[in-house]
């Protein structure tokens, strides 16, 4: 992978069934050991652990499970018709996410943390193209989610923000999963909140399969 350009990077993130038949996502910022593992409905009750196992729920609304290689949690609750609510292993709020025609990140002191808006071409076959602003208002970085095995082939990223990435020699294959995954484009590295909340993002989107901008409904 040639290298970015500044401090920019890349978070890529898999989706695969697990063997309980949960849904499970991996992301990594490189080759090697991942940098979190995503697990859907870890924190749900009996009946809706039993509704994954036995293929009545592939994907949706509930408590899913964010481990860092670290160790530490990110619980990312998602929930139909209401934000969802992040926090921390000990119940620690981190903040929710506000979604409607576009989303909106809010820390647990009510500041704003980030916003999800639509790209130019915010959907094509292949991708749900979004941008991330900061609290100011600026560009962060871009989140694409993954429709089709054909959307993982990234090839040349020709715009101010990045060198070309060849990403690990993989163009992914077709899953029984309703998203593939998502790749996070950065300007910076995140720090740990801004991290905490892009990654839920991730989670919310694939496996609790909530829209963020319009063209996702």
């Known amino acids: 992978m040639s290298a970015p350009r500044g401090d920019s990077m890349m978070i890529e993130g898999r989706v695969v069934h697990k063997v309980s038949n949960a849904l499970q996502i991996t992301f990594q910022a490189g080759p090697g050991d991942p940098l979190a593992v995503g697990v859907q409905g870890a924190g ?42 992040l926090s921390r292993a000990d119940g620690t709020s981190i903040g929710t996410i506000d979604r409607a ?18 790209a130019d071409d915010p959907r094509t076959p292949e991708l749900f193209r979004l941008r991330i602003l900061d609290r100011m208002g600026e560009e962060f970085g871009r989140l694409d989610v993954v429709r089709t095995a054909g959307g993982w082939t990234l090839g040349q990223i020709a715009d101010d923000l990045y060198e070309t990435y060849l990403w690990w020699d993989r163009a992914g294959q ?4 309703p998203i593939l995954g998502t790749r996070l484009l950065l300007r910076r590295a995140p ?12 989670v919310d989107i694939t496996l609790g399969l909530r829209p963020y901008i319009a063209a996702m409904k």
């Not at 025609?101 to 639509?118: D, N, Q, R």
């Not at 077709?174 to 999963?177: D, F, G, I, N, W």
């Not at 720090?191 to 991730?202: I, K, S, W, Y």
């Open 44 to 85: 749900d009750g009996f009946g809706g652990k039993m509704a994954v196992l036995f293929g009545f729920k592939n994907g949706g609304t509930g408590k899913h499970r964010i481990t860092y290689a670290d160790g530490s949690v990110v619980w990312v609750h998602s929930k139909d018709g209401a934000p969802t609510v």
């Open 191 to 202: 720090d740990a909140t801004e991290r905490d909340v892009l990654l839920g993002a991730c």
């Open 174 to 177: 077709p899953l029984s999963t």
């Open 101 to 118: 025609e576009t989303s909106t990140a809010v820390g647990s002191t009510a500041g704003t943390l980030l916003h999800f808006v639509p």
